[in-house]
């Protein structure tokens, strides 16, 4: 039984761990050429639909 109350305890642990990290992920700025990028390429979006 407290094999189990162990494992469930380090799966908790990961979890929490990956969710911490993904959420730091996310907030992250763009890079800059990045955001160039998008910028190009929205303009040529708009280009091509007039």
């Known amino acids: 039984m407290a094999h189990d109350s162990e494992n469930e305890h380090v799966k908790r642990?990961?979890?929490?761990n990956l969710k911490r990290v993904y959420?730091?992920?996310?907030?992250?700025?763009?890079?800059?050429r990045f955001k160039?990028?998008?910028?190009?390429?929205?303009?040529q979006g708009?280009?091509?639909s007039a």
């Not at 907030?27 to 800059?32: A, I, T």
């Open 23 to 32: 959420q730091q992920t996310v907030e992250e700025d763009l890079p800059d």
């Open 46 to 48: 708009s280009g091509d």
């Open 13 to 16: 642990q990961i979890d929490e």
């Open 36 to 43: 160039t990028l998008l910028e190009q390429l929205k303009k």
